[in-house]
């Protein structure tokens, strides 16, 4: 990890070259994840990527061609195994990680678009096992390989911290993912890891298509956010791309929002 200082107005690029990082949630070109993958590209890193299953593969597979990926593989964080496998991988290939970027999340949709309190208790668990409870597992299995300090990021949203109409059971679930970030950042932090959130404004993608009336929450955004817009993937990307890099070697803990400011409405979406 580089604690370098600069002296004051040095004009400085983001230069990634040299790291290794792993991306996980890319499901096609519109993926957030993908924008975080393909910005970390750009400023030189190297990268591993995942797809879900062999639905998939072909979505992803020209995505990771095109930015020279060394490792693609099968992650299915439900599946005994493959996450595992994908550290190996690592393991073997690099024998060390400099950050990794967590981008998934489900719900299965009778419990996604019914209230929380008619939630089955199986739908919520498997909500959380995917969701949540997989960054834990990455931060554990990235840990042996940061022996040199690393940064693990997560993607959430508003709902983790107001109530958004239509998130219903995720909004409990990304408040969770809120509260490990914070955690893991207190337990990994005298290692040099660093742990930090996007909490990403209302972008149409595939996760999103899962929302009901998500339309709504796209033109509440541009109607009330202090930029009266919403924001792009690739805006999402770039803050990724800072929190994994050592420009940002003193931020650990936080949510950052990249939301056109929407958060500081201080509303609650009806």
Known sequence: ??????????????????????????????????????????????????YLNDKARPHVEPLAQSIDAPILAPCDVSRDGQLEAVFERITSTWGR??????????????????????SSATGFAQAMQISCHSFIRMAKLAEPL???????????????????????????????LEASVRYLAHELGPKGIRVNAISAGAIKTRAASGIEHFDELIRETEAKSPLRRTVTADEVGRAALLLVSDHTTAITGEILHVDAGFHVDGMIFH
Not at 102 to 118: C, E, F, K, S, T
């Open 97 to 118: 990680l400099d950050f990794l970027v967590h981008a998934i999340a489900w719900a299965p949709a009778a419990d996604l678009h019914g209230r929380l309190v008619d």
């Open 1 to 50: 990890m580089t604690n370098a200082t600069h002296a004051p107005g040095t004009n400085w690029s983001l230069d990634m070259n040299g790291k290794k990082g792993l991306v996980i949630g890319i499901a096609n070109e519109h993926s957030l994840a993908w924008a975080a993958a393909r910005n970390c590209h750009a400023a030189g890193a190297e990268l591993a990527v995942t």
């Open 146 to 176: 940061m022996a040199r300090g690393g940064s693990l990021t997560t993607l959430s949203f508003l709902g983790a911290e107001k109530v958004v109409d239509h998130y219903n059971l995720m909004g409990p679930v990304k408040a969770a």
